[in-house]
């Protein structure tokens, strides 16, 4: 490679030079014994070997050079320029036309060698830059992939590919490669491209048809004094414009029309990729809202419906003895009244309910960690239970439990939701057991009843606000939103919530801790 | 219907409240029970009635116009001796808190039943009516103690308890089925100039649940009340003299 490229600078000519003059030293000697057609055909393989390495111009010098130094070396007389008969003559005017055209020839075949090697390479860029159009994922991966490629095959020192910023007022870099230094006027000129929709610097492209590249002014043109060598393409779809490719050629010499032809189609195919991004991007958050919408009308009738409910009952209950008059059986209103109590009950757990979640949901519910001993925590939510329901509940301790970083009210509240959950789905007087054990760096909780169990199906489902499991029949009056604050507080604790099958029947909750949870408050 | 023995005299209370569906409803409620009842809708005129009526008890709405409940409670213990029950709403920690502090006996979470309010007063009465110094045991579960030797047994087994400790478990005893604040462990226990060491008291807390408590289980006498205090649960038979 290093020779080839010593031989080939300053265009070849000293090489060809070179070639001619040793080929030349090499026959002296022999000049007395050779004919002079004889000779002449030593120096067609310099000729030859010339144009395929070094191109027509530098094989037509090495031609002359050839033409001359016969002439001097070869024919006598020999050193003048002078020939003796006019067969010499003939034989050297017909070496530099044999010469010219072989040159020639081999030129032009090595010129289509190159164009086949590069539009190959073009072709490969093209083929996989539409490849990756399909395959990627993001716009941010295509541009990187894009100004790479612009990088890697036509050598460009600095290739960056701008869009505008989500606020729509400044370009923003979603990639570049190659140098990092912004070329002069950079900014200025992508924004000028962006809000022009014009190239910048595309000079070369005339003999590209008018259709399949861009109009291009040069960069005095787009803004007065700025001189700069770039090309700026715009990234153009029929509909819109998605960004700008900026390419920094190597050298002076600026970017040939190959070069610039295969630009404008990587500009076009990153058009299209950006576009479809940015439509996939939109029909996703539009999917986005309408889900959101959704889950909000659903919200909104389930909160609804769980108000409205008891709060119906409640009023149809003393409507009912208004209506009766004075004389109602004191018996009869005794009994409605402790059935207004228990809708009245029931509307307050569900305000209670949906005013924790919303709170947890906005945030306005921070944890406040303090260093708590489960077992504490398990005692409160105990003596907030029913009397009642008190002696149903078993707990399994391990003996020694390190104490948790946590929200003392919030994860009673919690676990007071999945004991009071785990009494209402257990038949009868069953036990309900509660467990604390530590992990290798949790803690771990767990509320087991001997209810109907949850099927796998609904094991995700039951924590979202309003799902009512399958077993939810066998215990009214909750509100739905339980297993949906419990969790919520959990997460906010870095902890996590599931639930498992027990072995007849039953269903395990099983909270865990991390043991610092909340130290990094 | 169970209700203590009717008074000789009908027990006053004042409510003050600045929600007139509030004032309807306990109202009816109590005088239902033959209290007599005075309302206020202001902060300022129940500090008027409390001087003008000497209730028995004070029923006060920490959310009022103009002086603020906790201003009201802070002004009515300057003087006044009898208990006072806080009605607070949900979340509203710090406040519950701070009248506490301030000096009020119980509080209630609005909405809260009748039957609730009713049996924090039959017990806040109980405890200023009756001589405290008559309560000489208290007895809760497997829990005995007895405050004159000040000794307590658990499951018949004596239990050493430090001085500080026993003081705890007593004060919580005493208050039994009312929340006290760390505040006021701290500032009878140890002294008012140890009020904000809250970690001192956790860690003598802890002590005695150790010893009173049973391994492997939950705490049941020595109970939190997160954000707040500690909370001894009501006594079996709070009125056993002994």
């Known amino acids: ?521 | 219907m169970t209700d203590i023995s009717a008074p000789e005299r009908p027990i006053r209370v004042l409510v003050i409240d600045d929600e007139e569906q509030i004032r309807r409803a306990l109202r009816s409620v109590l005088q239902a029970r033959h209290y007599d009842v005075d309302l206020a809708e202001t902060g300022e005129r129940g500090l008027e009635l409390a001087a003008e009526r000497t209730p028995d008890i004070v029923v006060l709405d920490l959310t009022l116009p103009g002086i603020s409940g906790l201003e009201a409670c802070e002004r009515l213990r300057d003087w006044y001796q009898g208990p006072i029950i806080i009605l607070s709403v949900r979340n509203a920690d710090a406040d519950k808190i701070a009248a506490l502090d301030l000096g009020a006996d119980d509080y209630l979470t609005k909405p809260f039943s009748s039957g609730e309010l009713l049996a924090r007063i039959r017990a806040l009465l109980r405890r200023t009516q009756g001589p405290d110094t008559s309560v000489t045991e208290v007895r809760s579960g497997d829990l005995r103690i007895d405050f004159a030797k000040r000794t307590v047994t658990v499951r018949g087994k004596a239990v050493r308890l430090t001085r500080i400790e026993f003081d705890v478990l007593a004060l919580l005893a005493k208050n039994a089925g009312r929340v006290v604040t760390s505040r006021m462990l701290l500032e009878s226990v140890w002294g008012p100039e140890y009020v904000a060491d809250t970690q001192t008291l956790r860690v003598h807390v802890s002590h005695l649940r150790h010893k009173i408590e049973a391994p492997g289980d939950v705490p049941r006498y020595v109970l939190t009340e997160p954000g707040v205090g500690f909370r001894f649960p009501e006594a079996d038979d709070p009125q056993d003299a002994g």
């Not at chain 1, 991007?281 to 409205?308: G, I, M, P, W």
Request: proline share 5%; net charge negative.
């Open chain 1, 1 to 521: 490679m290093a020779l080839k490229r010593m031989m080939m600078s300053w265009g070849g000519y000293p090489f060809a030079v070179l070639l001619v003059a040793l080929v030349s030293l090499a026959l002296i000697p022999f000049r007395a014994v050779l004919a002079s057609t004889t000779v002449m055909l030593f120096y067609v393989p310099v000729i030859v070997g010339t144009a395929r390495l070094a191109g027509v111009r530098t094989s037509a010098t090495a031609a002359v050079i050839s033409f001359l130094a016969l002439d001097l070396l070869f024919i006598p007389p020999y050193y003048h320029l002078t020939v003796a008969g006019l067969p010499e003559w003939l034989a050297l005017i017909i070496f530099l036309v044999v010469a010219l055209i072989a040159g020639q020839q081999t030129g032009t075949l090595r010129q289509r060698e190159q164009a086949a090697v590069r539009r190959q390479s073009e072709l490969e860029l093209l083929n996989s830059l539409s490849a990756r159009i399909v395959s990627e994922k993001s716009a941010a991966t295509t541009a990187e992939f894009m100004v790479a490629e612009v990088v890697g095959v036509l050598g460009a020192r600095r290739a960056a590919l701008y869009m505008w910023s989500s606020n729509s007022s400044t370009p923003e870099c979603l990639a570049q490669a190659g140098s990092s230094r912004q070329a002069p006027g950079e900014a200025a000129l992508v924004g000028w491209v962006l809000r022009e929709g014009k190239a910048i610097g595309m000079d070369a492209a005339w003999s590209v048809p008018a259709d399949q590249r861009p109009i291009s002014v040069g960069a005095a043109d787009a803004i007065p004094g700025v001189v700069a060598d770039g090309v700026y393409v715009p990234l153009q779809t029929v509909e819109s414009l998605e960004g700008v490719l900026v390419a920094i050629p190597p050298d002076e010499t600026g970017m040939t029309v190959d070069d610039e032809r295969l630009l404008a189609a990587v500009a076009n195919l990153g058009a299209l990729s950006l576009h479809r991004h940015r439509l996939e991007d939109e029909a996703a958050r539009a999917q986005a809202l309408q889900e959101s919408d959704r889950l909000k009308s659903t919200l909104v009738s389930s909160v609804s419906h769980e108000l409205k409910t008891p709060l119906a009952a409640a009023t149809a209950r003393v409507t009912g003895l208004v209506e009766e008059g004075s004389d109602v059986d004191a018996a009869r209103v005794h009994e409605e009244l402790l059935n207004v109590a228990e809708d009245l009950d029931r509307l307050n757990a569900s305000i209670g309910a949906l005013l924790d979640l919303s709170r947890l949901e906005s945030d306005a519910w921070r944890p406040h960690p303090e260093s708590c001993d489960m077992r504490d925590v398990l005692g409160t939510v105990l003596s907030r239970l029913p009397a009642a329901q008190q002696s149903r509940v078993y707990f399994q301790i391990a003996d020694s439990i390190p104490d948790v970083m946590v929200d003392f009210a919030q994860v009673a509240r919690a676990i007071t939701i999945l004991v009071e959950n785990a009494l209402s789905y257990s038949p009868g007087d069953e036990p309900v057991t509660v467990g604390v054990a530590p992990l290798a760096d949790e803690i771990e909780l767990w509320v087991e009843d001997r209810g109907p169990g949850i099927e796998d199906t609904e094991k995700e489902r039951v924590f979202e606000k309003f799902y009512r499991g399958a077993a939810s029949a066998t215990a009214p009056g909750g509100t739905g939103l339980g297993l949906a604050i419990a969790r919520e507080i959990v997460r906010s604790h870095r902890g996590r919530l599931r639930v498992e099958d027990v072995m007849p029947h039953g269903a395990r909750f099983v909270v865990t801790f991390p043991a610092d949870a909340g130290r990094s408050e």
